[in-house]
């Protein structure tokens, strides 16, 4: 089976909120290596003037990864995960993401591309808060590979 080219233009429901913790922030940060005060630190946060602590950039793909759950368990998507390689990955930021923000995001299939009989998913996942204001646009490039 190969990914489906009709996918491509396709606009998924948006995700279930996500509340951004704290500790999932310090979690993702120790976990990335990440060392600025800001990720680890309210008062550090707060004095750099942001609302609570921030999170490294990365962290987008927690709630990017809803998404891609969507294109993967799509029926007529085509894509068989045990030969997916993630190819790219890219943020487009508005403002920083910081704990207590309500996340939702919806995701768009961007585009299809068939090279040498392999595929390639270019997904953009658009981040917005409980307010709707964008917060990040993540996009990731999938490469499916094709039968050897």
Same mark, same amino acid.
Not at 26 to 31: G, P, V
Not at 110 to 121: E, N, P
């Given at each position: ?20 913790? @704290? ?6 940060? @120790? ?21 609570? $602590?921030? *999170? ?7 709630? /990017?990864?809803?998404?891609?759950? /969507? $294109? $993967? ?9 045990? @030969?997916?390689?993630?190819?790219? /990955? ?7 993401? %910081? ?23 270019? *997904? ?5 808060? *409980?307010?709707?204001?964008? %917060? ?8 499916? @590979?094709?039968?050897?």
């Amino acid at each position: 089976m190969s990914v489906n080219p009709e996918i491509e233009g396709r606009v998924f429901p948006p995700t279930t909120p996500y509340l951004v913790g @704290r500790e999932k922030i310090r979690e993702f940060s @120790r976990a990335v290596l990440a060392s600025n005060p800001v990720n680890f630190d309210v008062e550090a946060a707060r004095a750099a003037g942001h609302a609570d $602590l921030v *999170a490294p950039p990365t962290f987008a793909v927690v709630v /990017q990864e809803l998404t891609l759950h /969507q $294109l $993967l368990a799509e029926p007529d998507a085509g894509i068989d995960f045990a @030969r997916v390689v993630h190819g790219e /990955q890219r943020f487009s930021f508005s403002r920083p993401i %910081v704990a207590g923000d309500e996340l939702t995001a919806t995701l768009t299939i961007a585009s299809v591309k068939l090279l040498g009989g392999h595929s390639m998913v270019t *997904a953009e996942s658009s981040i917005v808060d *409980a307010a709707g204001a964008h %917060v990040v646009t993540a996009t990731s490039t999938l490469v499916v @590979r094709g039968d050897a």
